[in-house]
């Protein structure tokens, strides 16, 4: 028993340590690169420890022709898709969790059907619909579109938390004086609001890492992931890897920031 | 301070009749219970009188004024929520405060009412505190302080006590009632536990699936229960129904319980050959160790010592019923009791429809 319970905490951890690898490694990697020299991506044996460090390479990255004004541009589309998706978003997970109404089942699948969508046959007429409508190459084309595939999630996770939060709340602060907004106001909000804050950082992510639409939809006005695509075959090496730590960054701080928040998205989706 | 009316108060969720048709008048300082079995409608009828449910007919009064169609923000009611409801983001202070700043009550006169409220519910050294650093029990008195301190017309409490332990429980029920003899308060309160409905209410009415079955003070419902539910429902243990058949004898109709006789007194037609129920209570059969004219024996079953009293099974034929003796009475199962059913202490019961039949005014007969 004892034996067993031992070989099994082994596999476990084995299992488990494995995983990271995978996850970190490359991660690990990409990072090493980005802040060794210049050189060093093509010395072979490749250093596997910081022991030459240097800012030279995200130096280049940063201060390449377009980086800024990228970067720019996707701050601007991320800030852009979080307030519009939680504006959008938010009352429908209120909604869901709080009233009944006829085809609310359908409503909650429905919303998770339109990921079924694949972009790639959306894309040209978005496209088309775009350059009629003037916003082609803007940022709040992308804006939109990735509020669009970020909706979804924001609805869920934000229905989950106000699934969180008792009626009874609401109800014993209206019998002590309050309408149903004040009410909502003074104690759902609140309560609401550290997990729609990880709503929000999620959506941020999502733009800040979507590619395809973003590469569609602008030619100028790129965001950091469409113009790092589309740059990278004409790239040296090193450049490559500036630009995907400087990619994967802020997406890895604010992921685990929120990871707690994402086991409540997976509990109700999974019912 | 106001009493509550209810005419014909009706309630449907769905295809579900919650509440069927309610009429209630609630007295004007009452500590009234609402007491039936979980389902029975009991929480929707205090939302709908605190507006948190709208009815499908029917009319509410508090005091003279009509509160139908109202928020529950302009009844002026308070509520005390079976899982208390205490707001987690808000120190106990803020929490019993909250109501009267949502009157735009002045900032001082808050301070003064919140620490009289802390102080008839022994919170005062737990004003600083968040609800996730109390216990049940202070959660529960934080939610009671909270709607006491709105000074409301009435102040309805849904199960307040049914999440705490059996001790803090009993202790929980005596402040209840201490508190509404010190504030005088109309107070409607619903529980499913017969003993905290006898104990604190000045009346109680009885629910079940949605209809109320009788309302009386605790005694009348305990002593003289209107239905064989109220009867089986009210009391520890039950009231015994035992089942025999109306026969012609010399002097009139007589009841026939498995081989025996037992004159009625009723005041209610009764016909030969309907079949009814003989209820009594366990403490009001006077038992006999010896035969004597008009007993009936009884074979004990079960001997059960509660201390206060042996609780002894036994049974008359193929009927089982429950009975009490003085505590170390001899007795021991498979022994023979004599038993007579004093015609006072008799409920009779229609035992087809399980409507009580009136008994003869004493002295009538
Ligand atoms: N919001 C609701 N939606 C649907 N059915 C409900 C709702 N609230 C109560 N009911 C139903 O109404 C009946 C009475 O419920 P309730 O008043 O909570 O009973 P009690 O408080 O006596 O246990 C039950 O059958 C319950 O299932
Ligand atoms: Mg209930």
Redo the contacts between chains.
């Keep these: 028993m004892k034996g067993r319970s031992w070989v099994g905490d082994v596999l476990w951890y084995a299992g488990a340590i494995a995983l990271a690898l995978w996850v970190l490694a490359p991660i690990y990697l990409i990072g090493l690169l980005a802040f060794s020299p210049r050189m060093a991506v093509y010395r072979w044996p490749r250093p596997l420890l910081p022991l030459e460090l240097s800012v030279e390479t995200m130096r280049f990255f940063v201060t390449a022709t377009g980086t800024l004004a990228a970067t720019w541009n996707s701050i601007v589309v991320a800030l852009f898709t979080m307030i519009l998706s939680l504006i959008l978003g938010a009352p429908a997970g209120y909604a869901l969790a709080r009233f009944f109404f006829p085809g609310r089942e359908a409503v909650r699948m429905g919303i998770l059907m339109t990921r079924m969508f694949p972009m790639a046959i959306l894309s040209i007429p978005l496209a088309v619909t775009f350059i009629r409508m003037g916003l082609y190459d803007t940022p709040w084309a992308v804006a939109l579109v990735h509020t669009a595939m970020a909706l979804p999630f924001v609805i869920l996770i934000t229905a989950s938390v106000f699934t969180a939060i ?1 009626r ?2 609401e ?9 149903p907004l ?1 009410a909502f106001l003074r ?1 759902s909000l ?2 609401a609001l550290p997990g729609l804050a990880a709503a929000a950082l999620f959506t941020f992510v999502i733009s800040w890492n979507e590619v395809f639409a973003a590469a569609i939809l602008t030619l100028r006005q790129r965001t950091l992931p469409a113009l790092v695509i589309t740059v990278l075959n004409e790239s040296p090496l090193y450049f490559r890897f500036a630009g995907g730590f400087f990619m994967v960054a802020p997406a890895l701080v604010i992921l685990l920031i929120i990871r707690r928040y994402l086991f409540h998205l997976w509990g109700v989706s999974g019912r | 301070m106001a009493g509550v009316r209810l005419e014909g108060v009706r309630k449907t969720f769905g295809k579900v009749v919650a509440l069927r048709e309610i009429s209630l008048t609630v007295e004007d300082g009452e500590f009234f219970v609402l007491l039936g079995p979980s389902g029975c409608g009991k929480t929707t009828l205090l939302r709908c009188i ?3 449910e709208r009815v499908d007919r029917g009319r509410i009064f508090i005091g003279n004024r009509e509160v139908t169609g109202l ?3 302009r009844r002026n ?3 005390v ?1 079976q ?1 208390y ?1 205490v ?3 808000m120190k106990v202070y803020d929490n019993i405060a ?2 009267l700043r ?2 735009r009550v002045p900032e001082a006169e808050v301070r003064r009412r919140v620490e009289r409220a802390a102080g008839m519910l022994q919170l005062e050294g737990l004003l600083d505190r968040y609800p996730a650093q109390l216990s049940g029990g202070q959660r529960q008195r934080v939610a009671v302080a ?1 709607a006491l301190v ?1 000074q409301p017309e009435v102040l309805l409490m849904d199960e307040p006590l049914s999440n705490l332990d059996a001790l803090l429980r009993l202790h929980a029920r005596a402040e209840l009632k201490r508190l509404h003899q010190e504030t005088g308060m109309t107070i409607i309160y619903v529980t499913h536990d017969q003993v905290e409905a006898m104990s604190l209410g000045d009346r109680i009415a009885v629910m079940r699936e949605g209809e109320i079955v009788q309302v009386d003070a605790p005694m009348r419902i305990y002593e003289a229960p209107a239905t064989v539910f109220v009867g089986g429902f009210i009391g520890n243990p039950p009231m015994n129904f035992l089942q025999g058949v109306v026969e012609d004898g010399e002097g009139g109709p007589v009841f026939h319980l498995e081989g025996h006789r037992i004159p009625l007194s009723l005041a209610g037609e009764v016909s030969s050959g309907q079949q009814l129920l003989l209820g009594i209570r366990a403490e009001h059969i006077r038992v006999n160790d010896e035969s004597h004219p008009g007993a009936l024996p009884a074979e004990v079953l079960v001997v059960e010592p509660l201390g206060a009293q042996l609780l002894i099974t036994a049974r008359i034929g193929t009927q089982t019923l429950k009975l009490s003796l003085p505590p170390g009475h001899p007795v021991a199962p498979g022994q023979l009791l004599w038993l007579s059913f004093p015609a006072e202490a008799i409920r009779w019961m229609d035992a087809r429809s399980g409507r009580a039949i009136p008994a003869s005014a004493p002295g009538s007969s």
């Design positions: 008792p009874d709340l109800e014993a602060a209206m019998t002590l004086g309050c309408s004040s104690i609140p309560l | 605190a507006g948190l928020p529950p923000r009611i308070a509520m929520f899982s409801a707001f987690p983001h909250f109501g949502m009157r909270r709105m």
